[in-house]
């Protein structure tokens, strides 16, 4: 059996509340998209993908390794992964480069039992849709929503997520934390 594993933060309940709220204003676009469940909208530090059940332990255990001190995240505007035809939609991220430097730990953390690291440079966001088929009018919808704001909020914890799709989504559980309490050196 293959386990379906990333590591991320999750959002503060009202952080995720105000960006479900906002999802209202994109089902006005022609195009299609597939709306991500508010309560389960977090920032993906690192996707590993399938990975063998024998190994998620390992993955469990060397991510007890990751230290880090709490941090806050702003969550303000809505945007797309490709200005012009987005195929992902996504809340923007402000952290002073928390996220980035806890993707870097976990991309150390992680090399040596053979997950490779991530070819993209990292961006930290939460993902809120995902464009099926795309319409001009969803850039101009973007535009109008591209100054929300949804607050800020403190991170204190990193989580590995196990992800079963399902006909309904995805179904998350966490399988692994790490509480993040102390000064990085």
Wanted: overall charge neutral; glycine content about 8%.
């Amino acid at each position: 059996m293959m386990d379906r594993l990333f590591v991320a933060v999750d959002l503060p309940d009202e952080i995720k509340e105000r960006i479900g709220s906002t999802q209202a204003h994109l089902k006005k676009t022609r195009a299609r998209l597939t709306l991500v469940d508010p309560s389960i909208i977090h920032i993906t530090l690192k996707f590993i993908g399938d990975t063998p059940e024998e190994k998620t332990e390992a993955v469990v255990h060397a991510l007890g390794e990751l230290d880090g001190a709490p941090f806050s995240v702003r969550v303000r505007g809505i945007a797309g992964n490709n200005p012009r035809r987005p195929r992902v939609i996504w809340a923007r991220v402000e952290d002073g480069g928390a996220c980035r430097d806890l993707h870097e730990k976990v991309e150390g953390i992680l090399a040596p039992l053979g997950i490779p690291r991530e070819g993209r440079a990292f961006t930290p966001h939460a993902t809120v849709a995902r464009v099926r088929e795309f319409h001009p009018d969803l850039v101009e919808i973007l535009t109008q929503l591209s100054g929300r704001d949804f607050g800020e909020g403190w991170i204190e914890k990193v989580f590995l997520k196990k992800s079963t799709l399902t006909s309904r989504g995805p179904l998350y559980e966490n399988i692994g934390e790490v509480l993040l309490e102390k000064d990085s050196p």
